[in-house]
């Protein structure tokens, strides 16, 4: 196993890392990672290369790449980096992004054999009991650290709706679904993923 993180690092794709030691004993294994794209729309833009490139380059040193299309938090919308609420979506234009995005990511990353994962967080998130959600997951979060996140501080001038204000535990629900059902323990992403 190369030794992924210091290549990563050096070409500028680490900003922040939790536990760095940790981070390289996890690495000096095959392991498996995951960043999440949102479906808000058919194609990806540029600003979805340098997570993609992360990918590539964790694929190439024998790491296992999960692309999570976020078909369940594209329904709620992401708050952060924008100063409005994105426009809601239908189930059924969710799922023709999901597809367009599955062709283009495979141009990028070989997902046969299982080397890379795609999922989507509609088949855990969309079926979740909201009670229950609210007692098991919930209770565990503070309000005034999720309101401390940049990603909501800036919408918070503009105005945050509740739906956005979920978005951070559903992105936080499915790392936990993802460390039980596919043995992934790390997520790699941009700033609003810290």
Known sequence: MSDVFDILKERGFVAQATDIDELKLYLSKPSSCYIGFDPTADSLHVGSLVPIMALAHMQRAGHRPIVVVGGGTGLVGDPSGKTEMRQM????????????????????????????????NADWLVDLRYIDFLRDIGKHFSVNRMLAAESYKIRLETGLNFIEFNYMLLQSYDFYHLAKACDCCLQMGGDDQW
Do not use: H, P, Y
Request: aromatic content about 6%; cysteine-free.
């Open 89 to 120: 979506l239908t189930l059924e234009k969710i799922r023709e992004n999901v597809e367009a995005l599955k062709v283009q990511l495979s141009r990028f990353l070989d997902f046969g054999d299982s080397k890379a994962l795609m999922v989507n």
